[in-house]
T-cell receptor, first 108, second 115 residues
Framework: QQPVQSPQAVILREGEDAVINCSSS?????VHWYRQKHGEAPVFLMI?????EQKGHEKISASFNEKKQQSSLYLTASQLSYSGTYFC?????????FGKGTHLIIQP | KAGVTQTPRYLIKTRGQQVTLSCSPI?????VSWYQQTPGQGLQFLFE???????NKGNFPGRFSGRQFSNSRSEMNVSTLELGDSALYLC??????????????FGSGTQLSVL
């Protein structure tokens, strides 16, 4: 079962904030986030291993609620370079299953 | 350090043919996973190989198969191609078996078009 991501797409102005949600019906041991720019390979953003854990890198952070099997990715003061498709994936014994992705468009 | 290399970059085949795609992981990485990417479906997991053994398999028909060699290079084969097999095929390598805490490094993919 694929994790479910929301929203499917979002358009922002540069400097605005965005939240991308990811939920799973199966137990997750971890949540991974990747970003794929148009025509490029997906690139790793971060892994969250513990329930309730929050991690961040510059203005991109994420949280993982292990009890609810949910994760959220927070993009603060978005930049043009943040445009792309964001994928969450749940880590477990049977490997990684990716969500369908959230398309993020940042306009100047 | 060289990244993940996939060949060929583009491929055009006709229905009924078979195709073999190749993936060379980052040096030292022992796990290679394959994904099919189509618009609207995201990344669909095909299978994962770790130390020459298939560790996990996704929900794809038996026409999709793969293998991994002793140098960790992997190949994916699709037999009796169908129009619906047209997609970008991505491989990803990781140091250990994918799962809880392994970061994946993706190749640029092979764009397969079936006519």
């Amino acid at each position: 079962q694929q994790p479910v991501q929301s929203p499917q797409a979002v358009i922002l102005r540069e400097g605005e904030d965005a939240v991308i949600n990811c939920s799973s019906s199966k137990a997750l041991y971890s949540v991974h986030w990747y970003r794929q720019k148009h025509g490029e390979a997906p690139v790793f953003l971060m892994i969250l291993l513990k329930g309730g854990e929050q991690k961040g890198h510059e203005k991109i952070s994420a949280s993982f609620n292990e009890k609810k099997q949910q994760s959220s990715l927070y993009l603060t003061a978005s930049q043009l370079s943040y445009s792309g498709t964001y994928f969450c994936t749940g880590g477990g014994a049977d490997g990684l299953t990716f969500g369908k992705g959230t398309h993020l468009i940042i306009q100047p | 350090k060289a990244g993940v290399t996939q060949t060929p970059r583009y491929l055009i085949k006709t229905r009924g043919q078979q195709v073999t795609l190749s993936c060379s992981p980052i040096s030292g990485h022992r796990s290679v996973s394959w994904y099919q990417q189509t618009p609207g479906q995201g990344l669909q997991f095909l299978f994962e190989y770790f130390s020459e053994t298939q560790r996990n398999k996704g929900n794809f028909p038996g026409r999709f198969s793969g293998r991994q060699f002793s140098n960790s290079r992997s190949e994916m084969n699709v037999s009796t191609l169908e129009l619906g097999d047209s997609a970008l095929y991505l491989c990803a390598s990781s140091l250990g078996a994918s799962g809880t805490n392994e970061k994946l490094f993706f190749g640029s993919g092979t764009q397969l078009s079936v006519l």
